[in-house]
């Protein structure tokens, strides 16, 4: 029984003239196509910055860490005054003391639900122009309970990190919570 692997290896010229080319086209592609890049965290960091460098920027900021906090591995630090429009928030996780997760929590207290629905729809198809189509993880209303409860959120991955979209409401009577989140990860 003969094996497709037996039989005679032929190096004539005209193979190995077609075979080089074709080689040297293979590295040169797999040497400039570009590797796909992670999605930076905001505010000019980096990841892996160190805790103390990110606490020497949010004192130059004028920003105020409101807690420091260790949830499992990682220390969460609580941070508000950074200036931009509608920024309650921010979330700065630390595993080993190097930045692994920035969430940028949004309230708008006047905003109607139209309002709130245009804004997600604004981000998103900036995420999406960015770093293409994201995906849809969550769409939910809990209305089981005297709080109505809606979650609609969405993911991106690029390279290592993760960037990560929501929209969260809960209403009991008047009283009402409206939120966007967003969260930049490495993965």
Known sequence: MSSPFSGKISNSPSRLRAFWPALIVLLLSCAIAPAAEDIPPPFGFHWNDSMTKLEQVLIGAKAKIISRDRKEKREVWTVEGLVQPGLKRTLFSFRDGFLVEVELQYEYPDWTIERYNE????????????????????????TDSDV????????????????????????????????????????
Do not use: C, P
Request: no cysteine.
């Open 119 to 142: 804004r997600m729809g604004e981000i998103r198809r900036y995420f999406d122009a960015k770093f293409g189509t994201g995906k849809l993880v969550s769409r939910s209303r809990d």
């Open 148 to 187: 109505i409860q809606t979650l609609v959120g969405y993911q991106w991955i690029v390279g290592g990190t993760m960037l990560e979209l929501f929209y969260f409401s809960a209403q009991r009577d008047k009283d009402l919570f409206r939120s966007i989140t967003v969260s930049y990860k490495a993965i």
